[in-house]
């Protein structure tokens, strides 16, 4: 048994203003899914993001329900969905019991690619199949190539949701992600750039959606002086407490942004001698947060060694490192769903591993991980 300390993937990061927070909310006994933390952390969130209007919730998966239920997806409606993902995207289309249409990823920010989105809404419509909307990810923080994605699902007249769970604090054209479409989402999960624990928020174009989005997540309760229910609701909304913890994430959020794109130098640096190894760069306009360093291993240039090989040297060494995410038309839950693209996706999973990414990483911590990617792939120099 290794009995280093743990080096994580991707843990929190706590500051000095969230005890200061929280300290508010118990003294004002605002312990409760709604209070002014909850409200300010919305309003500073509009301001970070530039999204007109936004909803603190329990989590970027309710965020992503309630939107879909805005969007007017039903049983038996199709939703285009990216392939490479984490399932969180995928499974509130199936919560609706709709239809999950994945799409493949083009080689660029390996995100949702257009000419495959193009293809499947095509097809689907030949097939009589009505689809409600289109499901982007920014993928690691890599925002999607979101102006030719809009421009394919306007053209049909399909409404897009974009999952910018992992991207809060990217840039795209001197936008933010999540902004273009009619509504999109973010995560405050604890492995997320900011975290307030468990959270999420929804980000609507419309006062219309926010409104209906707040009624839902309340339990969906009439006006009425007793508990009335005319609709199904949902206990989605985020507590004043957690509210209170992502002010005080929020504040140094550029900064752990900054940190988390100095990770990726640092990586980008250590390997750019070794042959086999290679990054997502960012195209020009893009603002990768970096939330994760991904890379790809050629087995055909380093010998025969995999990412497999890379991430198990690294847990011996009780370091935490992971393959990309499976895309969702792989997995057994979703297999027999359509699927539209080149498979690169696929290529990317066989190859593909995160590496160690917090923004807390210490020197040492930074150390201990180029001695075992040393003694691993140290004699690949190009």
Known sequence: MNNKPKIWLSSPHMGDQEQKYVKDAFDSNWIAPLGPHVNAFEHELEQVTGSPHVLALSSGTAALHLALILAGVDEGDEVICQSITFSATANPIIYQRAVPVFIGSEPGTW?????????AIKDRLRLGKKVKAVLPVHLYGMPAMTDE??????????????????ALGAGYKGRHPGTDGVMGILSFNGNKIITTSGGGALMCKEQSHKDHAYFLSTQARDKAPHYQHSHIGYNYRMSNVLAAIGRGQLEVLEERVKARRANYTWYHNFFKEIAGITFPEEPEGFRSTRWLTTILVD???????????????LDA????????WKPMHMQPVFAHHPYYGSRLE???FDRG???????????????RIGNVLDKTLGHLTQ
């Open 346 to 348: 696929e290529r990317l």
């Open 299 to 313: 087995p055909a240039k380093t010998r025969g060694i995999t990412r497999e090989n890379i991430r198990l040297a």
């Open 111 to 119: 995100n949702m690619e257009p000419n495959a989105l193009e293809d």
């Open 149 to 166: 994605l809009m421009s394919v699902a306007n053209k049909y007249g399909i409404m897009v949701i974009e999952d910018a769970a992992e």
């Open 317 to 324: 060494e009780n370091i935490e490192a992971r393959p990309l």
């Open 353 to 367: 591993l995160c590496l160690p990414s917090g923004s807390n990483l210490t020197p040492h911590d930074f150390e």
